[in-house]
């Protein structure tokens, strides 16, 4: 008897509330698979507008899928019978719950915000900080995505990069080359200086504004220290850079201007006859 009971009560418990269960649990379950969407087609689209890039989609995209999960969630407890008022308090209570467990990630999602607001980099910039360096690929709402010179990844919390000092090597159009060089003494510092320049002048890379010049920065022990400066746009820094200090050595070398090195001499006492 107690066990057709129980099945009664069961039947009438799922004809009451069985629906209802079904409805959220496909409200769930759509709202799962439309944020999922939104958040793809956010990123997608955000780049094309003018007022967006690369760099705020990602997180526009975090922020979408989140908010349509939740409200997904409030519309399937609502048709199981849970009170708006309810589900507020429980999801401000839930709220305040995980605020102080998880104060370090709310940071990060804080760092990351301000990361976006005051654009210290963007996507596809290289940085270098005390946390990391490498090249940037995606900014997202709790930490962000690099990848370093020798192709590895690197996954670091926005907090980590927004504490440190960023240096962000493509901010500027425009970067200055400094080829460093010591020549003998005995050589001459105009013939020197002529050479230099004549290295820098014939890449087409160098620009003309601000002139390449060439200083005497220090009288050194050995040698008489000159620095070639000359500017290039960002994008074509380091491989003009590569190609000055090599062309430099060969101009120098095939005009006889000598570069002091240092040298060893050992002298070895006389062994006399026994």
């Known amino acids: 008897m107690e066990i057709s009971q129980i099945a009664t009560s069961t039947v009438d418990w799922l004809n009451g509330y069985g629906m209802n269960i079904l409805t959220a649990f496909v409200v769930l379950i759509v709202g799962w698979f439309i944020a999922k969407w939104l958040a793809q ?7 094309n507008t003018k007022a967006f890039d690369e760099t705020v989609a990602p997180m526009f995209g975090q922020l979408v899928r989140y908010g349509v999960i939740i409200t997904a ?6 048709g199981l019978g849970v009170q708006t008022a309810s589900i507020i308090a429980v999801i401000g209570a839930a709220g ?21 607001w005051l654009r210290p980099f963007s996507v596809g910039d290289y940085i270098e900080s005390s946390a990391v360096n490498g090249t940037v690929k995606q900014v997202g ?6 990848r370093t010179v020798d192709g590895l990844y690197v996954f670091t919390p926005n907090a980590k990069i927004w504490d440190a000092t960023i240096i962000n090597y493509n901010k500027e159009m425009t970067r200055r080359i400094s080829f460093d060089v010591g020549i003998d ?9 002529k050479v230099l320049l004549e ?35 960002t994008a074509d820094h380091w491989e003009a850079r590569m190609a000055i200090n090599e062309a430099g050595k060969k101009a120098l070398d095939k005009a006889g201007v000598e570069i002091p090195f240092p040298h060893m001499r ?5 062994l006399s006859p026994k």
């Open 141 to 146: 709402l709790f930490a962000t995505q690099l």
């Open 185 to 193: 003494y005995s050589a001459d510092i105009d013939l020197a200086r």
């Open 96 to 116: 305040l719950a995980i605020a102080l467990a998880l104060q370090g990630t709310l940071s990060n999602i804080a760092a990351g915000v301000m990361i976006i």
């Open 41 to 47: 087609l956010v990123v997608q689209l955000l780049p």
């Open 199 to 233: 290295v820098a002048t014939s890449d087409e890379r160098v620009l003309t504004t601000p002139e390449p010049v060439v200083y005497v920065m220090n009288l050194g022990a050995s040698s008489v220290d000159l620095q070639l400066r000359a500017w290039t746009r």
């Open 73 to 78: 969630l409030v519309i399937a407890l609502s």
């Open 266 to 270: 050992i002298l070895a006492p006389e």
